[in-house]
């Protein structure tokens, strides 16, 4: 089992940044990739963001290119997303999902609003 705990989303200004944290416990032997995704109201789930865990290299979706960046501390395993220059169409929940050898976990998710 592996436990996922995300903190850090808001209220915050077109053009302004925010930082969430996603903070993984239990069986993260078995995780080989740790992805954001986000979901928007009336829209399907998509992956914003994803980081490997053997050699770190990341993926990102078209639309936050530039703009957002995923890191990760393993000394704390936790994973991040940095978010710059945000957008109205930002605005979502975005959920932390761990992929495993086993199933894949997903947090329960944290409210992102870009508003003016």
């Known amino acids: 089992q592996v436990q996922l705990v995300e903190s850090g989303g808001g209220l915050v200004q077109p053009g302004g940044s925010l930082r969430l944290s996603c903070a993984a416990s239990?069986?993260?032997?078995?995780?080989?990739?740790m992805d954001w995704y986000r979901q928007a109201p009336g829209k399907q789930r998509e992956l914003v963001a994803r980081?490997?865990?053997?050699?770190?290299?990341?993926n990102y979706a078209d639309s936050v290119k530039g703009r957002f960046t995923i890191s990760r501390d393993n000394a704390k395993n936790t994973v991040y997303l940095q978010m710059n220059s945000l957008k109205p169409e930002d605005t979502a929940v975005y959920y932390c999902?761990?992929?495993?050898?086993?199933?894949?976990?997903w947090g329960q998710g944290t409210q992102v609003t870009v508003s003016s």
């Open positions: 999902k761990a992929d495993s050898l086993g199933p894949d976990y």
């Open positions: 239990g069986s993260i032997f078995s995780i080989y990739a």
């Open positions: 980081i490997f865990s053997g050699d770190g290299s990341t």
